[in-house]
């Protein structure tokens, strides 16, 4: 299997983190109803409805091959999330979302925002820049560092948006979506 294919039922299968917890215990063997409730503390109602929604997302399947008691293992779908770490994969889009923003604020914001003077200026904010000017002279600060530090926050935030799109890149180019 090269990549996931999801769908609504398979999102829902996804959506708790006891249906997680079962997924990976049965990454690890085969399980009854029993065997899982004890092992993940829950009820046995619960374990099978967590089951039963597991098993309409197409990750876990019903062994039932003549025994006396039916085992749950894990799909080809369920043991591909497994052996691809699924917690990385959902912790990482959302991580590659916010490191986009943190780009786009130091790009837009400390950058661009350094250039941009207001419309209308009260006496107030004209004497404070003129002020903050004179303050940056008494102290030797050039206008050589502050456009060296604006060009730094251009730098981080296009590389911050780059990572951002290579982590969205690889968490994406593993799942396809199929509406059913």
Do not use: C
Not at 7 to 21: C, G, Q, T, V
Not at 57 to 75: C, F, H, I, P, S
Not at 103 to 121: D, Q, T, W
């Amino acid at each position: 299997m090269t990549g996931l294919e999801v769908n609504k039922k398979f999102l829902k299968a996804l959506s708790s983190r006891s249906r997680i917890s079962i997924l990976k215990a049965l990454g690890n063997k085969n399980y009854t109803v029993t065997e899982l409730s004890k092992s993940l503390k829950l009820s046995k109602s619960t374990v099978h409805e967590h089951l039963s929604i597991l098993v309409d997302g197409e990750l876990v399947k019903k062994n039932e091959d003549g025994r006396k008691w039916v085992y749950y293992g894990l799909t080809e779908k369920g043991q591909y999330l497994i052996m691809n770490d699924l917690e990385k994969m959902i912790i990482l889009f959302p991580m590659s979302v916010i490191v986009f923003l943190s780009g786009l604020y130091s790009i837009l914001f400390l950058k661009l925002g350094s250039r941009m003077v207001p419309r209308e200026l009260n006496v107030y904010s004209a004497s404070a820049l003129k002020s903050a000017e004179s303050d940056a002279v008494a102290f030797g600060i050039s206008e050589t560092a502050t456009t060296v530090g604006s060009d730094l926050n251009l730098l981080i935030g296009a590389g911050l948006i780059l990572i951002s799109l290579l982590i969205a890149y690889h968490v994406i180019s593993k799942i396809t979506y199929k509406s059913n």
